[in-house]
C-alpha cells in the first residue's frame, strides 16, 4: 500500500517543531492564549505541590515548636495515675491541625469560587466548577480528620492508650454526650454534608450556602475548648468565633489565591484584587479578635513573657504583624504589577504570607493544647455562669452606670452605623439627597441596640426576668422598627456600583439576589413572618429552649440576635421602605398589626399566671439574695410583656399613616402628570373617563337644545 502524504492543517507546526515562517516574533496567534495557559498550569501544579509540602512542613514545624515550648510535648507522667501514651500525645494535634488546615482550605475554595471568581448570571465558571469540586474531597479529609480527632480525644480524656478506646461503648457516650465529642461529631457529619453536595452544586448561590455551611462547621470545635471555661467566657467564646471566622476566610483565601496564580487560570488580576479588599476586614477582624480572647485569659500584661500560653501568643503576634506587612506590600506594590501583567511578583509574595499563615494555624492549635495561666477567682457559682459576681440590687442608677462589654453586639453595633454613615457619606459627595429622617431613625435604632446590650440592661438581664423581658421586648418591637425605617437595602443599592463585568455578582448584584431569592420570599410572606414574630416567643418560654439558651453564652448570642432578626422580619412586612417580595395593601398591613399585637399580651398575661418558675434552675444556681422571689419577678415580666405593646404600636401606626399619605400623594401626582402629557398630545383633560362625561353632558345639552 502506498503513503499518500501528510496533509498540512492551518497552525500546524514545521518539522522539527518551528512554526510557519508567516508569524512574526510577538504577533498574537489565534490559541497562543490557551497554548501559554498550558504551560502555565503545567508548571504550576509541580509547583502548587511543592508550596503545598512545604506548607505542610512549616505547619507541622510551628507546631512541634510550640508544644515543646508550651510543655505539652513533655507533661509530667506520675507513675500510678492514668496515661494516654505518646501516640495519642502527638496524634492528637496533627489530627486537630489536619482538622483545621481541610477546614480553612474548604472555606478558601468556597470563597474563591463563590465571591473571589467571576459568575457568570449565577452560574459558575470553569475554574469556580472545579474549585468547589475540589471542596468536596477537603470537605472528606476535614470529616475523616474530625473522626481521628474524636478518637484520640477520648483516649487523652480517659488517659488510656487508643487501642483501648476502639470498639468501646465509651466513644459512642463520648461522641453523643460530652460538648467536645458532640462537637467533633458535627464537624464530621457536616463535613460529609458539605462533600456530597459540593459534587452537584453550579451556581453561585449554592456554593455560597455551602460557605457558609463550611464557616458554621469551624465553630463547634474551637468554642468548646480554653474559651468555653475562661472566667469571662463571654468575650472568650465570641472573641474566639470571630477570631476564627475571620482567620479561616484570609487564610483560606490567600492559599488558594496562591494555588490559581500557580495553576495559571484566568481573572488573577479581579480575584487578587477583591481579596485585597476582603483581606483588609479581615486583618482588622483578627487583631480585633486577637487582642480580646488575650484579655479574657491573662490578667496581666507580664504573662505574655512568663507563661507559656503567653509566649505562643506572643509568636502568634509576630506573625500577625508579618502578615500586616506583607498585606501592605501587596496593596502598594504587587498588586499594581500584577495589573501590568507580571503575575510573578505576586505568586513569590503570596507564597511567603501562606507560609507564614500556616505557621499562625500550626501555632494555633498548639495554644488550643497550652493551659492558660491560672487565675485566682472567687468561689462562686454565680461568678462562673455569668462571668461576674452578682450586682447589687437593680435601680435605674445601677442600670445606667453598670455597663457590661458584649463583644458580638457590640462589633454588630459598630458596623451597623459605619457603614450606613459610610453609605450616606458617599452620597453625600457624589451630590444625591439621602432623607435626613431615614438616618436619624436608623442611628435611633443602633443607639437603642448599643444601650439594652451593652449597658447594666445586659448585666441585669440573666438575673432578673423582668429585666430580660424588656431587653427581649425593646429588641423584638423597639429597635427593629427604627431600623427598617431607616432602609438600609435601599441605601445600599443606590451606594454600590454594579459590577465591572456583565452577569457578574458584585456586593449590588448579591443583594438584588437575596431580595429575589426563594428564601426571602418565604420568610418575607407576611403569614410566614408574622408566624416567626409570634410562636418563637412562645415556644421559646414555654419549651426548655429559654433554659438551654440562658446557660450557654452563644445560646444567648443566638437568643438576642433572633429577637432582633424576627423583629425586623415581621415590621419590614409592615412599614419597610425597602424592596421587598411581597407588598401588602396598606390596610392589609393595618389589618395586621392589630390582629398581631393581642398575642404579646395574651402572653404577658399567661406569664402573669404561671405557678412555676420558667427556666428555675437557672435562676436557682444564681443565688440572688436580693428583690423579689424569681416567680414575683416572673410576674413583673409578664406585666411588661402586656404592656409593652402600645408603644411601638403607637408609633408603627404614625409610620403607617405618614407612608399611606405620601403613596397616595405620588400616586395622584403620577396620575396628574399622565393626564397633562395626554392632553398635551390628544387634547381634553387628559383623563379619558373625565373627557367621556363632558361630551356626555355635551351631549345632553345639545339634545336639550334641540
Excluded at 473571589?116 to 470537605?139: E, I, N, Q
Excluded at 468501646?168 to 467533633?184: D, F, N
Excluded at 479588599?277 to 486577637?290: D, E, I, Q, T
Aim: net charge positive; proline share 6%; glycine share 10%.
Amino acid at each position: 500500500m502506498s503513503k499518500q502524504p501528510a496533509s498540512r492543517q492551518p497552525g500546524s507546526k514545521q518539522p522539527g517543531g518551528k512554526q510557519p515562517a508567516s508569524k512574526q516574533p510577538g504577533s498574537k496567534q489565534p490559541g497562543s492564549v490557551q497554548s501559554v495557559g498550558g504551560t502555565l498550569a503545567g508548571g504550576g501544579v509541580s509547583r502548587t505541590v511543592r508550596l503545598a509540602v512545604a506548607g505542610v512542613c512549616v505547619a507541622l514545624g510551628g507546631l512541634a515548636v510550640a508544644m515543646i515550648v508550651g510543655g505539652a510535648a513533655t507533661p509530667r507522667i506520675i507513675p500510678g495515675l492514668p496515661d494516654e501514651g505518646t501516640l495519642t500525645r502527638w496524634a492528637l494535634p496533627v489530627s486537630k491541625l489536619t482538622m483545621d488546615v481541610a477546614g480553612v482550605l474548604t472555606v478558601g475554595l468556597l470563597l474563591l469560587a463563590t465571591t473571589l471568581l467571576p459568575s457568570d448570571k449565577g452560574l459558575l465558571g470553569k475554574s469556580a466548577l472545579g474549585y468547589v469540586r475540589a471542596a468536596s474531597w477537603t470537605g472528606l479529609v476535614w470529616a475523616v480528620a474530625a473522626a481521628s480527632t474524636l478518637v484520640f480525644s477520648l483516649s487523652e480524656t480517659l488517659g488510656t492508650p487508643v487501642t483501648d478506646v476502639l470498639g468501646g461503648e465509651e466513644l459512642t457516650s463520648y461522641a453523643s454526650q460530652v460538648p467536645q465529642g458532640i462537637a467533633l461529631t458535627l464537624v464530621v457529619l457536616f463535613g460529609t454534608a458539605i462533600a456530597l453536595f459540593s459534587r452537584g452544586a453550579i451556581t453561585a448561590g449554592a456554593s455560597g450556602g455551602l460557605l457558609l455551611l463550611a464557616l458554621a462547621t469551624l465553630m463547634p470545635p474551637a468554642l468548646t475548648g480554653h474559651s468555653s471555661s475562661a472566667p469571662n467566657h463571654g468575650l472568650a467564646t465570641t472573641s474566639v468565633a470571630l477570631h476564627l471566622l475571620v482567620l479561616s476566610l484570609w487564610v483560606g483565601g490567600l492559599l488558594l489565591l496562591c494555588a490559581h496564580a500557580l495553576r495559571g487560570e484566568p481573572h488573577l488580576d479581579l480575584a487578587a484584587h477583591r481579596f485585597s479588599r476582603m483581606a483588609l476586614w479581615c486583618f482588622a477582624g483578627v487583631g480585633l479578635s486577637g487582642v480580646f480572647s488575650a484579655i479574657a485569659r491573662l490578667t496581666a500584661v507580664s504573662e505574655i513573657f512568663t507563661t507559656s500560653y503567653g509566649l505562643i501568643v506572643l509568636a502568634k503576634v509576630v506573625a500577625f504583624t508579618g502578615l500586616g506587612v506583607i498585606g501592605w506590600w501587596h496593596r502598594g506594590r504587587t498588586l499594581p504589577s500584577l495589573t501590568a501583567g507580571n503575575p510573578g511578583a505576586f505568586t513569590r509574595l503570596a507564597g511567603v504570607e501562606g507560609l507564614i499563615m500556616l505557621v499562625a494555624v500550626g501555632l494555633a492549635v498548639a495554644l488550643s493544647r497550652t493551659a492558660p495561666p491560672p487565675l485566682d477567682l472567687p468561689v462562686d457559682r454565680a461568678f462562673e455562669l455569668l462571668g461576674y459576681l452578682i450586682p447589687p440590687p437593680v435601680s435605674i442608677g445601677n442600670l445606667l452606670t453598670l455597663w457590661w462589654f458584649d463583644l458580638f453586639f457590640a462589633v454588630l453595633a459598630a458596623l451597623l452605623a459605619g457603614l450606613y454613615g459610610a453609605g450616606v457619606v458617599r452620597l453625600a459627595r457624589r451630590g444625591d439627597r439621602w432623607p435626613r429622617g431615614r438616618t436619624i431613625s436608623w442611628a435611633v435604632g443602633v443607639l437603642l441596640l448599643v444601650l439594652v446590650t451593652q449597658s447594666g440592661v445586659a448585666r441585669y438581664a440573666p438575673v432578673l426576668f423582668s429585666v430580660h423581658m424588656t431587653e427581649h421586648m425593646i429588641l423584638s418591637m423597639l429597635v427593629p422598627i427604627f431600623l427598617v425605617l431607616g432602609a438600609p437595602a435601599t441605601l445600599a443599592l443606590r451606594v454600590l456600583k454594579p459590577a465591572a463585568r456583565r452577569g457578574d455578582r458584585g456586593p449590588r448584584e448579591w443583594i438584588v439576589t437575596i431580595l429575589h431569592s426563594r428564601v426571602t420570599k418565604v420568610i418575607t410572606h407576611p403569614a410566614i413572618a408574622t408566624a416567626i414574630f409570634i410562636v418563637s416567643t412562645y415556644a421559646l418560654y414555654f419549651t426548655p429552649l429559654f433554659a438551654a439558651a440562658m446557660e450557654e453564652h452563644l445560646g444567648h448570642i443566638a437568643m438576642t440576635l433572633h429577637f432582633l432578626v424576627s423583629g425586623c422580619l415581621f415590621f419590614w412586612v409592615i412599614i419597610g421602605v425597602d424592596p421587598a417580595p411581597t407588598r401588602l395593601p396598606y390596610f392589609g398591613r393595618l389589618l395586621l398589626l392589630f390582629v398581631t399585637m393581642p398575642f404579646h399580651a395574651f402572653f404577658g398575661i399567661a406569664l402573669m399566671n404561671m405557678g412555676t418558675v420558667v427556666a428555675s434552675e437557672w435562676y436557682d444556681q444564681l443565688g440572688r439574695t436580693w428583690g423579689d422571689p424569681a416567680l414575683a419577678d416572673q410576674g413583673t415580666g409578664g406585666a411588661i410583656a402586656w404592656a409593652f405593646g402600645e408603644i411601638p404600636t403607637l408609633i408603627v401606626l404614625i409610620a403607617l399613616a405618614f407612608q399611606w399619605y405620601r403613596d397616595d400623594d405620588r400616586t395622584a401626582r403620577r396620575a396628574d402628570r399622565r393626564a397633562d402629557a395626554v392632553a398635551a398630545k390628544e387634547g381634553g383633560t387628559g383623563d379619558a373617563e373625565l373627557d367621556a362625561y363632558n361630551a356626555y353632558l355635551a351631549k345632553l345639552d345639545k339634545t336639550n337644545r334641540e
